[in-house]
């Protein structure tokens, strides 16, 4: 095939070529119903029309479209309120301060001050184009937590005023009882501490803007400020101005009033847990941001079948994301292969054919008892598993009734191996089942439904990795992963459905309903489990010897210095370390780290274990912790 078509060479003719086979191949139809139904769905996925479902491409939508109405005619039900089954957000693909980008405080006697960007404030990555000019309220740490008995804007009426809100949480660094959230482990940020629920409830109040400032403990010896576009990319932006500025400007803001100093109103709140919020007389701010921002509107599909019985307040997610790289300008592996289709079709369109077969199936069922089923298509997981994050950051039915997720990720190419590790009995086809030690009894579980299945599974612990699934063990739901091995044409224009697998999928959609089944129904809920083993992926082939691993996710969409964390793996290296999501690893073992690709090499000459130092960027503080390696 490549010596025939190499006078072809270009975009179109690759496109026009397979565009040919596609048509071909999706014209012959396959005796079983459910095996022909299936076809279609993917054929039609992974065709031209959908343009390999880029994030930016007008063939995502019609591939969202086309979920969307079969989520339908399976009788599911839409699961927004507006009734829908679109659950829209924003993913910001870059973002840089423009001007005119100020902040002015003014005060009694005609005082005033402009504020020097980078030096004085800066605006935070939060923050959309924006302006504000209004009084001050001072809120404490900007924290309303009922359960906890404490609230910052309590009787404080900060409609239309700008907010000073303190970072993190009173006493940040006590342990045990003396902690401010004691709902939260030791060392773990309590949701309370997050710039984003900050920011997010001064929303909610009706602020016109936010002023940020480091609390002592994150100021430390420089009190540096938040850089930006840190949190700028892949968040949907506030729609306030979101500055943050020195302490000393606000201590200056406060010495004529009844607190002479931030340090006096940390100590007072954190000595008896009580809120300290006040208007700030004589006071304004006059803010404006303006930021060049690229973003894009995406949506996640979500359909739900509701459940019955005393089980029917629980929920269990099955999902797969619909989007791929598009025309390979972002995530594609191919050489030269910007400007051509990347398919997608293990990648995963397999994925979202079992989703909606699942759907089918189970919006056929009559009486159906259990739990409630909800059903997710997510896009972006490609851009760093923004569909799923935006989900667990906004569920459409609570998380902590939500008792398991399963997930499907390149499920279209399962291959024939071995049936035992001896070799003796024959082969089957391969599936590889991520999570079984995520909760309680999955293990079992997992090995009950392999046993009557036709596969080869391999079973592996592991909740995290590189797919939707991640985002909900990260806030400590169950998980499995069905997953069928990676291949030559993973990301890459030649990933077409005439290689998929469809009897192999329809099975491992089978082994889905299994698990489904089960978990929809069982009595006792899986309880979660943090799992200490890290990713691995079994169908890949030996790349020389495994060297140590900290844990983490980075964020691939920072543009700063260094490897920004997105994520840490409960109970790995880096978690032990005390590495925590939003460092930035600046040096490895004595190496400079500038970038992904930088951590990467100085990672690969470390060995499993030595204990080594890993400097981090915390909030502007540097910190040396050591880590001491594991395979």
């Not at 997050?194 to 929303?203: M, Y």
Request: charged fraction near 25%.
């Amino acid at each position: 095939m490549s010596s025939l078509f190499r006078p072809l060479a270009g975009a179109v003719a690759l496109t026009a070529v397979l565009a040919l086979v596609h048509s071909a191949q999706a014209q012959k139809p396959l005796d079983n119903p459910i095996l022909e139904r299936m076809r279609k769905d993917i054929f039609f996925l992974a065709s031209p029309e959908c343009e390999g479902r880029g994030i930016d491409t007008k063939g995502i939508e019609k591939a969202a479209d086309y979920v969307a109405e079969t989520f339908k005619a399976a009788g599911l039900k839409p699961a927004m309120k507006d009734g829908s089954y679109f659950q829209p957000f924003t993913v910001t693909m870059s973002a840089k301060l423009s001007k005119p980008t100020s902040l002015t405080i003014a005060g009694p006697n005609d005082a005033k001050k402009e504020l020097k960007l980078n030096t004085d404030f800066t605006a935070m990555g939060f923050s959309p184009t924006s302006k504000a000019d209004a009084g001050l309220v001072f809120v404490g740490y900007g924290i309303t937590a009922p359960a906890l008995k404490y609230d910052d804007y309590a009787g404080q009426n900060v409609e239309g005023k700008f907010v000073v809100i303190l970072r993190r949480t009173p006493r940040y660094n006590e342990k045990g009882d003396k902690r401010f959230d004691t709902t939260v482990p030791d060392g773990e940020d309590s949701t309370h501490a997050a710039f984003a629920t900050k920011i997010e409830l001064a929303q909610a109040n009706k602020a016109a803007g936010v002023i940020m400032v480091n609390d002592a403990g994150a100021a430390g010896k420089t009190d540096a400020l938040a850089p930006y576009p840190l949190h700028a990319t892949g968040t949907t932006p506030a729609t306030i101005p979101v500055v943050m500025v020195k302490r000393a400007v606000i201590d200056e803001v406060l010495a004529g009033g009844p607190w002479k100093s931030l340090t006096d109103l940390e100590t007072a709140i954190g000595g008896d847990l009580k809120p300290r919020s006040f208007a700030v007389a004589d006071w304004t701010a006059r803010a404006e941001v303006t930021v060049e921002r690229t973003d894009l509107k995406v949506k996640n599909i979500v359909g739900v079948l509701e459940g019955s019985g005393p089980l029917k307040d629980e929920t269990v997610v099955i999902g797969a994301h619909y989007d791929h790289v598009g025309y390979g300008s972002w995530g594609s592996l191919a050489k030269d292969g910007k400007g051509k289709i990347h398919y997608g079709a293990d990648d995963n369109a397999s994925g979202t054919t079992g989703l909606m077969e699942l759907a089918r199936r189970y919006g056929a069922a009559k009486n159906r008892q259990g739990r409630r089923l909800v059903f997710v298509a997510f896009t972006a997981e490609e851009r760093g598993l923004y569909g799923s994050i935006h989900y667990c950051k906004e569920p459409l039915f609570p998380l902590d009734k939500t008792v398991a997720m399963i997930n499907m990720d390149m499920i279209g190419r399962t291959q024939p191996v071995s049936a035992d590790w001896l070799g003796l009995f024959g082969k089957k086809d391969r599936l590889v089942v991520y999570g079984t030690g995520t909760g309680t009894g999955l293990d079992k579980l997992v090995d009950q439904v392999s046993a009557k299945s036709d596969f080869r599974v391999s079973a592996q612990k592991a909740g995290t990795g590189p797919s939707d699934h991640d985002s909900f063990y990260r806030k400590k739901v169950p998980v499995l992963f069905l997953y069928t091995g990676t291949h030559g044409e993973y990301h890459r224009p030649t990933d077409v459905p005439e290689r998929i697998n469809i009897e192999g999928l329809k099975k491992t959609a089978d082994f889905a309903q299994s698990l489904a089944d089960d978990l929809t129904t069982r009595s006792a809920a899986p309880k979660f489990q943090v799992v200490s083993d890290p990713w691995r992926d079994p169908t890949e082939a030996p790349r020389g010897p495994q060297g140590p691993r900290l844990g983490v996710r980075p964020d691939y969409m920072y543009e700063g210095e260094g490897m920004r964390l997105e994520g840490v793996t409960p109970g790995g290296v880096a978690e032990k370390t005390g590495l925590k999501d939003g460092d930035i690893i600046v040096e490895v073992a004595g190496k400079p780290t500038p970038n992904v690709g930088a951590y990467m090499t100085a990672m690969s000459a470390q060995k499993i274990g030595t204990t080594i130092d890993i400097v981090v960027d915390r909030k502007g503080k540097k910190l040396t912790l050591k880590a001491k390696l594991e395979e």
